[in-house]
């Protein structure tokens, strides 16, 4: 059987990288990509990197009665406060939605006017979302009508964290997560910090205090230890296009050895298909330059008992595992396919 799928929001950087690892997934045939500034004109307009791919597909006003009756499966590429105003028509029709912006990240619809400044439509919806890491939610994504996709810092984030933080090795009460982020996480529409001649070759904290990829990691870690935690996290751009790396900074609860964190890491992470836990070789702590162009994320840690403390690592490519190929990845979990198709390739080297 061959999944129909659209994706709403397609000539940005996630729903490009959509349409491409779609594009090669044996199982799927995408049959819609909106663009209210491309309609009418070939994806490979937009997506340079898609010629020759997806001939027959242009882009698409959104039209949800269309999209409905041509499509089981959407994704949403669209910026926050677009989601929720469409998910109820998809459902309500039976699609099953992965949606990639943060519309349904959060379960208390509070704080998105706290966080994202707009007053949530479907706190009902909401609270039947699940979210979309499968390492931590894979169970509640096989039933889900509506998966939310991680942000690509959180995702770094949360993964890093998570073996440490159920395990209880560490102090829950001082985690300070530093994320360093390529320009791809801002989207395609250039603004003055994300324009070229600005962005390139920096390394430049931002959104220092309140950024919003905050409360959904704090949210899912408190899932995870069973009591509401708070975190300190910093982004920071830097020059590549992509990669995220996640450096979480933690005191170890007690006499915890290196031995200990590598035991709970291999317990939580062994068998997971796109989670490699790295600890050897010239380069011995994660690094997006080898993950960049895969689905994997590799993690790791260095750990200092004499002084308590330790570093945890995540490294992903934002724009496959923290958005399209985690989307593909849960989407796969929801059709009851191989949660590996359409995703079994290896990162590009050199990049
Ligand atoms: N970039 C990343 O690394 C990353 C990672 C994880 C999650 N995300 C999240 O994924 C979402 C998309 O990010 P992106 O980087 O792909 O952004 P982007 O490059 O700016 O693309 C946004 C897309 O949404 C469409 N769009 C904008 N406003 C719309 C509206 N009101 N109704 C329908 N379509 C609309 C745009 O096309 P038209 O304007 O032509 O319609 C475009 O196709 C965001 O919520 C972002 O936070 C991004």
């Known amino acids: 059987m061959t999944f129909r799928v659209a994706i709403i929001g397609a000539s940005g950087y996630t729903g490009g990288e959509a349409l491409r690892l779609l594009a090669m997934h044996p199982r799927v045939e995408v049959t819609a990509a909106t663009s209210r500034e ?6 490979a307009t937009v997506h340079m990197n898609l010629r020759s791919v997806l ?20 994704f949403l590429s669209v910026p926050s406060g677009v989601s929720h105003t469409v998910v109820r028509r998809l459902v309500e029709a039976g699609l099953k939605v992965l949606d990639l912006s943060p519309d349904f990240r959060l379960k208390n619809p509070r704080l998105y006017e706290e966080w994202y400044g707009f007053r ?17 939610h894979r169970d509640e994504i096989r039933n889900a009508r509506v998966v939310a996709c991680p942000g690509c810092n959180s995702t770094a984030a949360i993964l890093s964290l998570a073996p440490a933080v159920r395990e209880g090795l560490i102090e829950l009460e001082h985690i300070a997560v530093d994320v360093k982020v390529g320009s791809s996480e801002a989207g395609r529409q250039p603004s003055h910090g994300t324009h070229h001649p600005e962005r390139a070759n920096v390394i430049r ?16 870690l408190s899932l995870l230890c069973g009591r509401e935690l708070k975190i300190a996290m910093v982004p920071h751009a830097v020059g590549n296009v992509r990669g995220a790396l996640a450096t979480s900074h933690v005191w170890l609860a007690g006499s915890i050895d290196e031995t200990a964190v590598w035991r709970a890491y291999a317990k939580h992470y062994g068998k997971e298909p796109f989670i490699r836990v790295v600890r050897s070789g010239p380069v011995k702590y994660p ?19 004499s002084r308590g403390r330790a570093a945890l690592f995540a490294a992903i490519d934002n724009l496959i595992k923290g958005a399209a190929g985690q989307a593909v990845q849960c989407m796969n979990i929801m059709l009851g396919l191989d949660e590996r198709e359409g995703l079994n390739f290896l990162p590009i080297s050199p990049v």
Do not use: M, T, W
Request: aromatic fraction near 8%; charged fraction near 25%; glycine fraction near 8%.
């Open 287 to 305: 690094d997006p330059k080898y993950v960049v162009g895969s689905n994997y994320c590799d993690v790791g840690f260095a750990v200092e008992p």
């Open 38 to 43: 491309y309609a009418g004109k070939p994806v």
């Open 120 to 136: 949530h439509g479907e706190p009902e919806l909401l609270a039947e979302s699940v979210y979309g890491l499968p390492e931590i």
């Open 205 to 220: 904290p931002y959104e220092a205090e309140g950024h919003r990829h905050v409360a959904e990691v704090e949210q899912e």
């Open 55 to 74: 001939g027959s597909i242009k882009f698409s006003e959104l039209n949800l009665e269309k999209i409905v009756s041509e499509a089981d499966v959407v």
